[in-house]
């Protein structure tokens, strides 16, 4: 009789997080996540998902951090995973530059403290336990499109630098302790999951409240910037895939496709029935020191060896998180209309 897999995600609360424990569950996976600490309830994606605890539900979720090696290190030995995913950051670029130690810290450090702590894990167990590491285009920075896995990494923020920084000490444990540890590299991928400071969600949810007149201008910042934008839910299926493969390799994930950021505008203004040039303008906070100009990928090693292709098209993701977004939209409206004071979200930008 086969056992039930059990998975230990790092970032489960996050956009990926969300999508790779419905992928998981649904292959009847035990699945263990690694939240923080916060003093409000940071679930959200999650909690459709989620059972009590009492009564025994696939999903599990534990508390630790990046920062914490002691505790990652405990909560492995404790949950003996078949497949570690390593997703947990301080992902958004723009705040990398303000805070670049702290993001060098979980994103490059807390990698490693998770990759010490698997690799004591694995030796202690006597088993082969997977680690999948959650590396990024913005590694390739100012590299000239199209980037493969022989494109020389050019990081042109505190963030990037450091996801290089976890992506080579992967392959330093790889190669010196025989580790099964795989680098994804993964391009842009967006959902109606997506946090609300990432541009392509920032648009669709200012689009929606400005179409109900909830809101009346949407501030941005470099219009020209391109990017390979595909579907959270295509990505992480490579991930799975990634660590069902006979051995660990790194990958580039990508749908091959680049759009300008002024382009995802256009199109999601016209699915929402909303005239951009009437409403968008520029504010300097949202430009970078060093910007990251074109990135489109090239994922034709993933297609061969893993047999993965993106399903979802730039079109239908976008008229996605359009249309759910006009729906949340709607919903602030009626809560708004019946006497519910509804704050603005957010204090800080991206
Ligand atoms: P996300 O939505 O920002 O989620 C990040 C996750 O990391 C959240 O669960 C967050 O927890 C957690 N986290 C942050 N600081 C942590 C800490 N100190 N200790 C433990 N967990 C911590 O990011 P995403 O879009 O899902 O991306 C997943 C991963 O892929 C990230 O590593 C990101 O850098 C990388 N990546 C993303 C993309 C993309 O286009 N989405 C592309 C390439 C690579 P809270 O909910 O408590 O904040
Ligand atoms: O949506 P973004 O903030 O994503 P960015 O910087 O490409 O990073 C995301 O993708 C990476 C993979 O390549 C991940 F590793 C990373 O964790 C994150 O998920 O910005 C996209 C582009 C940039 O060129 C930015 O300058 O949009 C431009 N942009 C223009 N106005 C804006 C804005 N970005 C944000 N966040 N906010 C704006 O107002």
Not at 122 to 143: C, D, H, I, K, N
Not at 295 to 304: C, I, N
Request: aromatic share 10%; net charge neutral.
């Amino acid at each position: 009789m086969a056992t039930t897999k059990k998975a230990f995600i790092c970032g489960i609360t996050g956009q990926d997080g969300s999508y790779l424990t419905e992928l998981l569950l649904g292959k009847g996976y035990e699945v263990h996540g690694m939240i923080r600490r916060t003093s409000t309830f940071n679930t959200d994606r999650l909690d459709h998902l989620y059972e009590d605890p009492h009564e025994s539900g696939a999903l599990r979720l534990h508390y630790g951090d990046l920062a914490n090696a002691a505790r990652m290190r405990r909560l492995l030995g404790e949950i003996h995973p078949d497949e570690i995913y390593n997703l947990g950051a301080q992902s958004h670029v723009r705040v990398s530059f303000d805070q670049a130690e702290y993001t060098a810290d979980i994103v490059a450090t807390g990698a490693l403290r998770l990759m010490e702590a698997f690799r004591d894990y694995a030796q202690e167990s006597g088993t082969r336990p997977r680690f999948y590491q959650a590396g990024s285009s913005e590694m390739f920075g100012a590299s000239a499109p199209p980037q493969n896995e022989a494109t020389p990494f050019y990081p042109r923020s505190p963030y990037a630098v450091s996801k290089v920084a976890a992506h080579w000490y992967g392959i330093n444990q790889r190669e010196a302790y025989g580790l099964f540890i795989s680098n994804g590299i993964l391009f842009n991928h967006e959902s109606p999951r997506r946090g609300e400071t990432f541009v392509t969600r920032k648009i669709t949810r200012a689009l929606g409240r400005i179409k109900l007149g909830l809101q009346e201008k949407l501030y941005l910042g470099n219009l020209d910037a391109r990017r390979d934008w595909g579907h959270a839910a295509d990505y992480v299926r490579a991930m799975w895939m990634m660590l069902q493969h006979e051995t660990p390799d790194d990958f580039v994930v990508a749908t091959g496709d680049s759009h300008s950021v002024r382009e995802f505008l256009e199109m999601a203004a016209d699915i929402a029935g909303v005239d951009w040039k009437k409403c968008v303008e520029k504010d300097p906070r949202y430009f970078r020191p060093t910007e990251v100009d074109a990135l489109e990928g090239d994922a034709s090693k993933a297609r061969r060896m893993l047999g993965w292709k993106p399903e979802i098209s730039f079109a239908s993701l976008v008229r996605s998180m359009v249309e759910h977004d006009l729906e949340l939209a709607q919903q602030e409206l009626t809560l708004t209309k019946a006497g519910h004071r509804v704050a603005p979200r957010g204090g800080a930008h991206g």
